[in-house]
């Protein structure tokens, strides 16, 4: 298969996955699937960019001569989740890992969720999980210098929750990279909310080399 083939057939795969995101939200719409009227707008208006912007980057990643080094976001992470509304977050440790594909870089994550919290009477309520849920991305792309963007999925239970998320990343003094803040939205059926995410580098974390 040429060069071209493949890339061809990759952003047509690329292209149903953001088809098939859009059906679900206009089946939410026609409440074939049920999403709290507080979130449909929020997955509309915010999914629907996201996607785009995602087809967008990856074909312009695939259609590059040449590939530069991607930002060194690999290593030992903290990281937390706090829903939009203020009201619930949690959050974990992850590593994450820089490798070269056939067309590119990518990243792949691995974390753990070891905590949750609610607000209750103004404060805090802090509950450490006993049986942390590991979670790990579907696919991973970095959008620039300073930006990237994911799905990922998390078993809960007996539900398996997928997501999607952005983030910008800031990087110390000596120009590595030590802080990512963005957003992710916790896609339907199971509990769907939009809220941010921050990840910071762990005390002492590991430094990997990209691959």
Same mark, same amino acid.
């Given at each position: 298969?040429?060069?071209? *083939?493949?890339?061809?057939?990759?952003?047509?795969?690329?292209? *149903?996955?953001?088809?098939? @995101?859009?059906?679900?939200?206009?089946?939410?719409?026609?409440?074939?699937?049920?999403?709290?009227?507080?979130?449909?707008?929020?997955?509309?208006?915010?999914?629907? #960019?996201?996607?785009? %912007?995602? #087809? #967008?980057?990856?074909?312009?990643?695939?259609?590059?001569? @040449?590939?530069?080094?991607?930002?060194? #976001?690999?290593?030992?992470?903290?990281?937390?989740?706090?829903?939009?509304?203020?009201?619930?977050?949690?959050?974990?440790?992850?590593?994450?890992?820089?490798?070269?594909?056939?067309?590119?870089?990518?990243?792949?994550?691995? %974390?753990?969720?070891?905590?949750?919290?609610?607000?209750?009477?103004?404060?805090?309520?802090?509950?450490?999980?006993?049986?942390?849920?590991?979670?790990?991305?579907?696919? $991973? @792309?970095?959008?620039?210098?300073?930006?990237?963007?994911?799905?990922?999925?998390?078993? *809960?239970? *007996?539900?398996?929750?997928?997501?999607?998320?952005?983030?910008?990343?800031?990087?110390?003094?000596?120009?590595?990279?030590?802080?990512?803040? $963005?957003?992710?939205?916790?896609?339907?059926?199971?509990?769907?909310?939009? $809220?941010?995410?921050?990840?910071?580098?762990?005390?002492?974390?590991?430094?990997?080399?990209?691959?």
């Amino acid at each position: 298969m040429s060069d071209r *083939a493949f890339k061809t057939i990759l952003f047509l795969a690329l292209l *149903a996955v953001f088809c098939a @995101t859009t059906a679900l939200l206009l089946l939410s719409l026609v409440n074939k699937v049920h999403i709290d009227e507080e979130y449909k707008h929020w997955m509309f208006s915010i999914l629907i #960019v996201e996607s785009v %912007g995602c #087809v #967008v980057a990856f074909w312009k990643q695939l259609a590059a001569s @040449t590939f530069e080094e991607p930002p060194d #976001v690999a290593g030992d992470w903290e990281y937390e989740c706090i829903r939009d509304d203020g009201t619930y977050k949690h959050g974990g440790s992850c590593t994450i890992v820089v490798r070269k594909a056939p067309l590119g870089w990518e990243f792949l994550i691995s %974390g753990k969720r070891t905590w949750l919290a609610r607000k209750l009477n103004g404060q805090w309520k802090t509950e450490r999980l006993e049986a942390p849920a590991s979670w790990e991305n579907t696919w $991973g @792309t970095f959008t620039g210098h300073d930006s990237l963007r994911y799905a990922y999925s998390i078993k *809960a239970g *007996a539900d398996l929750v997928q997501g999607y998320g952005w983030a910008s990343i800031t990087k110390n003094t000596d120009g590595q990279p030590a802080l990512m803040e $963005g957003n992710f939205f916790q896609l339907p059926p199971h509990d769907p909310f939009y $809220g941010f995410q921050r990840y910071t580098r762990s005390s002492g974390h590991r430094r990997l080399n990209a691959s």
